[in-house]
């Protein structure tokens, strides 16, 4: 449908800037746990390659407001009972979450991020610390496949599991020295529920860190179906650095455009 004069004109919140892309909700709402100093700069980076790739288009905020499905309603004198140009999950492919702490969503806005994924297909890529966010959300535990068991900082041998997956050929090597803070992974964790595409070889793994896993099994970066939605897990990113890497970057814009559906 060709919009009117009147349906472009400036402040019309009906018209969508980002018509024909796809669109990436980055939140970072950190409020009630820890704030880690990268997460300013891996939103401006995620941002960046949305829009020097062409992949996608990312919508900044470090709160939680457009989590929800229903109607954003304004506040105040001005807008108290109006509906504002604000858009919710409705309008987005993926959502891009670096949570810490308990959170701030309601019930309704969880549920509504569950739906998001499992019933209407959509992607959700989890950033670093992740794995420690809505720790009260036993759902949410579920839905990224893990929790954080322990954490151990270094650089240690990763092996790339998957070399297939987008992204995964930036390192040039099957295996490849790194320097980052790693998970210790705990339940709901299980082979049977992810795709590793990364992992830490154990035997560079500290040995206090370890004996948490007896197994020897150290998932960096993972993915995993939801419903008929797409999860996909980056450990890294505790350091601004690791934003700055071109292999990494490769990693999380091709990984974004999986989680999106662009590849297989």
């Not at 996608?56 to 504002?84: C, E, M």
């Not at 998957?162 to 299980?190: K, M």
């Amino acid at each position: 449908m060709t919009p009117t004069s009147a349906d472009v004109r400036p402040g019309n919140h009906k018209v969508d800037p980002w018509a024909g892309k796809r669109r990436l909700l980055a939140v970072a709402d950190v409020q009630t746990g820890y704030h880690h100093d990268s997460i300013s700069h891996a939103l401006a980076t995620v941002e960046r390659l949305g829009y020097e790739s062409g992949a996608f288009v990312a919508n900044i905020r470090t709160d939680s407001q457009l989590i929800t499905k229903q109607p954003i309603i304004g506040q105040g004198a001005k807008y108290q009972g109006k509906s504002v140009n604000a858009r919710n999950l409705d309008h987005y492919d993926a959502l891009f979450l670096l949570p810490s702490g308990e959170g701030t969503l309601t019930l309704q806005q969880k549920e509504d991020l569950l739906t998001f994924i499992r019933d209407d297909g959509k992607g959700l890529v989890v950033g670093h610390a992740g794995l420690l966010g809505f720790y009260d959300w036993p759902e949410f535990g579920e839905l990224i496949g893990g929790r954080m068991g322990g954490e151990f900082m270094g650089e240690v041998n990763v092996i790339v599991e998957q070399p297939s997956f987008p992204g995964a050929a930036a390192f040039g090597a099957q295996s490849f020295l790194f320097p980052e803070q790693y998970p210790i992974l705990t339940a709901p964790y299980s082979r049977e529920k992810v795709e590793v595409i990364l992992r830490v070889a154990p035997e560079t793994v500290p040995s206090t860190a370890r004996a948490k896993r007896v197994d020897g099994d150290f998932p960096v970066v993972w993915t995993r179906r939801y419903g008929r939605g797409r999860v996909y897990h980056l450990s890294w990113g505790h350091h601004s650095a690791t934003w700055d890497d071109p292999r990494f970057q490769m990693l999380v814009t091709k990984g974004i455009e999986w989680a999106m559906g662009v590849s297989a």
